[in-house]
């Protein structure tokens, strides 16, 4: 059973930044993804990376302001966020791909079979 697992939310003041991780047990490398869920919102798509590293899609919410990354040695990636708005405030989730494409990227949450617990991100203005 493969286990994600968050870490890095916390609160912050608008304007601030975060960095969020996410750990991947075992060595096999997925096509991950950062969704998040506000209260009474649906989840919704943040960014994600390929396998490989080199291919990442942002929603146009996240664009300019929040970058993914990930180191395939730790089998890890991360969610930097900048200049940060109330309105990102949520619980952040990472997700992993099990198959597909090492340089294809995919934004559907349909597409993803593994999820991690979830990390609060709470920003104030």
């Known amino acids: 059973q493969v286990q994600l697992v968050e870490s890095g939310g916390g609160l912050v003041q608008a304007g601030g930044s975060l960095r969020l991780s996410c750990a991947v047990s075992g060595r096999t490398l997925y096509a991950m993804g950062w969704f998040r869920q506000a209260p009474g919102k649906e989840r919704e798509f943040v960014a994600a990376i390929s396998q490989s590293g080199g291919f990442t899609k942002n929603a146009d919410s996240a664009k300019g302001r929040i970058t993914i990354s990930r180191d395939n040695g730790k089998n890890t990636v991360y969610l930097q966020m900048n200049d940060l708005k109330p309105e990102d405030t949520a619980v952040y989730y990472c997700?992993?791909?099990?198959?597909?494409?090492?340089?294809?990227?995919?934004?559907?949450?349909?597409?993803?079979?593994?999820w991690g617990q979830g990390t609060q991100v709470t920003v104030s203005s």
């Open positions: 997700a992993a791909k099990s198959g597909g494409g090492f340089y294809i990227v995919y934004d559907g949450q349909s597409e993803y079979a593994y």
